[in-house]
């Protein structure tokens, strides 16, 4: 399994970007994908999913409002809108896939399979 993922960058405090995740080697439409994040001596934060039915979404409270996550199927990807970034939101952001048999979607330890990570850099 290989996810790999872009579109981080420099950005603006109030900028956007937004992130995407190609995965090859799994059954993609019938995969619960994932975003995290980890910042310099911090630990890593799960910010989102999506189920693989594309119906059911999680947020985590520090990004609800500003993000959204979805999917395209067909494309096997997953993308990551980042809206009104801020200062805090610098860090490496990392995609994640993994069998919904085996768990809850919303739960970071359901996911079996991550990227290698992008970097997202806000100034303030």
């Known amino acids: 399994v290989q996810l790999q993922a872009s579109g981080g960058g420099l950005v603006q405090a109030g900028g956007s970007l937004r992130l995407s995740c190609t995965a090859s080697?799994?059954?993609?439409?019938?995969?619960?994908m994932g975003w995290s994040r980890q910042a310099p001596g911090k630990e890593r934060e799960f910010l989102s999913a999506?189920?693989?039915?594309?119906?059911?979404?999680y947020y985590a409270d520090s990004v609800k409002g500003r993000f959204t996550i979805s999917r395209v199927n067909a494309k096997n990807t997953v993308y990551l809108q980042m809206n009104n970034l801020k200062p805090e939101d610098t860090a490496v952001y990392y995609c994640?896939?993994?069998?919904?048999?085996?768990?809850?979607?919303?739960?970071?330890?359901?996911?079996?399979?991550w990227g290698q990570g992008t970097q997202v850099t806000v100034s303030s």
């Open positions: 994640a896939a993994g069998n919904p048999a085996l768990g809850s979607f919303s739960s970071a330890s359901m996911y079996r399979y």
């Open positions: 080697g799994l059954t993609f439409r019938s995969s619960s």
């Open positions: 999506i189920h693989w039915n594309g119906r059911s979404i």
